[in-house]
């Protein structure tokens, strides 16, 4: 069984945080107070559809590169990240000594993959090893030891991570796997586009194939989309994996061999280091079990090939240009319609990232991050958690029982801002120049190994599961805590020399997002020690939950791409954040107000108006209608103009600030407004 690298984290937004809020003369980055206004296009009534109406001119304009799926205000500050990042990994592959061992290894690294004449050279040789491994299977057995070697796919991944219900200890989880597409959806829907997606993978695994020198690629092929497509039909929606206590099944070893014994739990369980382990907690149950009934039953052979192929799609960016552009052109340009290739360097930049991420961010940050964010951060944090008290405790829905159970978790949140105060040490992990697949595949056989390590000992609350590098943010409910890397805590998220209005409407409503999550529909089965346990009383989750199903049916129909809605129930919790989040922050903000004076107007627009613009500004976004079809499949947020339209209609100040009435095309009556706070 392979490790899949599995974090625990709810409402992952996509661009975010920053300092605190200020009042300063001084011209913002962005326009007269924070917003470029050439995006607006006041043609369009904020009534009718207010994110064209933030964003509309720029919207009709932009053109997306044609190595991106998107573009949008995000993009701006990940080019910025990048080029901070390219300029580290390039001094280290200049001059390594400059910061030891670990100069050394992020130089050989970015070495290794920007060396296409060394990995052309080589051809398929580092292949064979590999191949050969999975040729001389002669056993089920044996490919059980292959599903547990580093590099390799499996049909159920194993993971480490805290244990539900004793989040202080860390525990084995098992998941469904094995899919080559995204999701099962690009197995089983209907239409032409599934049948070219269909094809073109087909098509896919038989250049590899080929490529690798595999004899009779098309009917391998055949019987390979065969596995998965069964595969596929007994997998769980990405709405049930969402369920926290359903995907919860703690089974001993001996419940496991009656559960699912095909799956030889004891070799796998010994292959991967874990013989003492007594207890897996598994998750999508029927599919784990089906799945270990189709390991016995299909035939070995159409498993080997599974296995090959699979490996090496898994690693074609490591191997020779046509490998690496057959890869590219099925997920890229098939499925997500991106034209172009990204420039090496910058896929370089993000494989040492991925091998080598807080070696590199311990660098970013002595280059890039300014101490005095940490003290601005944290006091932007705790307006929003004082707005977000006020709210709890005059939520009428809540009874006095549950707010009391809210706020003592309120006052348990943890905000880590900036980067880790302890940093993962690489000096293990053996780099090679001239051995680019040998690198990866030992990267994640460090990764496993580190898990392995931590596995015996309580759960660190100071590891970190995002990159001090990252442009983005978390909350994790199991620690019960908020991260914001060092990378988003500056413009154009956020701007000390902007208006409040547009700080809090922005940075602030990221904010109150993610403190948001821990309330949401999943985050709220979550107690103030981060456990898995039901502290609410039955009247007030129900009242929740009635709120919680109105939000779905309103995302429910929505319609992107004709033919594509968005999936409420997929995309509940990231909805809940964005409205309470929203809700939050605007109550924040008039707290502002309240203590230093109602905003002046500035070109025109109240400070109200400016907090709701700000808002959807921060969501400026363009994407290919192939990313935009995949994140409807398969993501649980929604896209960016329904984070904003699907946000803001159900927000009652909205209404008032731009005098939105009956017969405009998003308003809701009063009473079919969902408010979470």
């Not at 917003?35 to 933030?54: C, L, N, Q, R, W």
């Not at 919207?59 to 993009?75: E, H, M, Q, W």
């Not at 006052?411 to 051995?435: A, C, E, Q």
Request: glycine share 8%; charged share 25%.
């Amino acid at each position: 069984m392979k490790l899949r690298r599995i974090i625990l984290m709810s409402g992952v937004a996509v661009a975010l945080a920053s300092p605190a809020i200020s009042q300063s003369p001084v011209k913002p980055v962005y326009g007269t107070w924070g917003y470029d206004s050439s995006a607006m296009d006041s043609s369009v009534k904020p009534g009718d559809d207010f994110f064209a109406y933030v964003n509309g001119t720029w919207f009709n304009k932009a053109d997306i590169a044609p190595d991106r799926t998107f573009v949008g205000i995000d993009s701006v500050l990940n080019d910025q990240i990048e080029k901070d990042v390219r300029a580290i990994v390039e001094d280290m592959a200049k001059d390594p000594s400059t910061n030891g061992r670990l100069g050394q290894q992020i130089g050989d690294l970015y070495a290794s993959w920007m060396d296409k004449g060394a990995v052309e050279k080589l051809g398929t040789e580092p292949l064979r090893p590999y191949l050969a491994r999975v040729a001389a299977a002669k056993t089920r057995g044996d490919l059980v030891d292959l599903f547990a070697e580093p590099g390799f796919d499996s049909p159920v991944g194993l993971a480490i991570f805290p244990d539900l219900k004793n989040p202080t200890r860390y525990a084995v989880y098992a998941g469904q796997s094995g899919l080559g597409m995204p999701n099962r959806d690009y197995y089983l829907l209907k239409g032409e586009k599934y049948d070219a997606y269909r094809k073109a993978y087909r098509d896919y695994l038989v250049k590899l194939q080929t490529l690798a020198g595999i004899s009779d690629p098309e009917a391998r092929a055949d019987r390979i989309l065969a596995l998965e497509t069964a595969i596929a039909k007994i997998h769980w929606t990405p709405e049930q994996q969402r369920d926290a206590e359903k995907t919860y099944n703690p089974m001993t070893r001996a419940q496991l061999r009656a559960f699912a014994p095909q799956l030889d739990w004891d070799r796998a369980l010994a292959k991967l280091g874990l013989a003492k382990v007594n207890k897996v907690v598994i998750g999508e149950k029927s599919a784990i079990q089906a799945e270990a009934r189709l390991l016995a039953s299909t035939p070995l052979q159409t498993w080997k090939d599974w296995t090959a192929v699979h490996f090496i799609s898994e690693n074609a960016q490591y191997l020779p240009k046509a490998f690496d552009d057959a890869k590219f052109d099925f997920y890229s340009k098939t499925l997500r319609d991106v034209p172009t290739q990204r420039a090496r360097w910058k896929r370089g930049v993000d494989f040492v990232n991925g091998a080598l991420g807080e070696g590199v961010g311990q660098i970013y940050v002595q280059r890039h991050y300014p101490p005095e964010s940490d003290r601005q951060m944290h006091e932007l944090i705790d307006n929003i958690l004082a707005a977000l008290k006020d709210k709890i405790q005059n939520a009428a829905w809540m009874d006095s029982t549950t707010k009391g159970r809210a706020l003592e978790k309120l006052g348990t949140f943890d905000p880590r801002i900036g980067h880790p105060v302890k940093y993962i040490d690489y000096s293990s992990l053996v780099v090679k120049r001239g051995d680019l697949l040998g690198n990866a595949i030992r990267s994640d056989d460090f990764d496993w190994k580190l898990q392995l390590k931590r596995f015996p000992k309580p759960v660190d609350r100071t590891l970190w599961g995002m990159l001090p590098q990252t442009n983005n943010a978390y909350y994790d409910p199991t620690q019960n805590q908020i991260t914001f890397p060092a990378a988003i805590l500056q413009p154009p998220y956020f701007d000390p020399k902007a208006d409040p209005a547009s700080n809090y409407g922005s940075i602030g409503a990221t904010i109150g997002h993610e403190i948001g999550h821990g309330f949401d529909d999943q985050g709220r089965k979550f107690d103030k020690l981060g456990r898995l346990a039901d502290w609410w009383t039955p009247a007030t989750a129900k009242l929740y939950t009635q709120h919680a199903d109105k939000l779905v049916a309103q995302y429910n129909g929505y319609e992107p791409i004709p033919g594509v809605h968005i999936k409420g129930e997929l995309t509940l919790g990231e909805n809940l954040g964005d409205l309470g989040g929203l809700e939050v922050a605007y109550a924040a903000y008039r707290k502002y107000v309240a203590d230093h004076g109602e905003l002046p107007v500035i070109d025109g627009l109240t400070g109200d108006q400016r907090f709701f613009i700000a808002y959807g500004y921060s969501w400026e976004t363009k994407q290919r209608e192939g990313a935009l079809r995949a994140q409807l499949l398969t993501n649980e947020h929604s896209p960016a103009k329904y984070r904003v339209n699907g946000v803001v209609r159900n927000v009652d100040a909205w209404y008032k600030a731009f005098n939105v009435q009956p017969g405009d095309k998003m308003y809701l009556p009063p009473e079919q407004r969902v408010h979470v706070w």
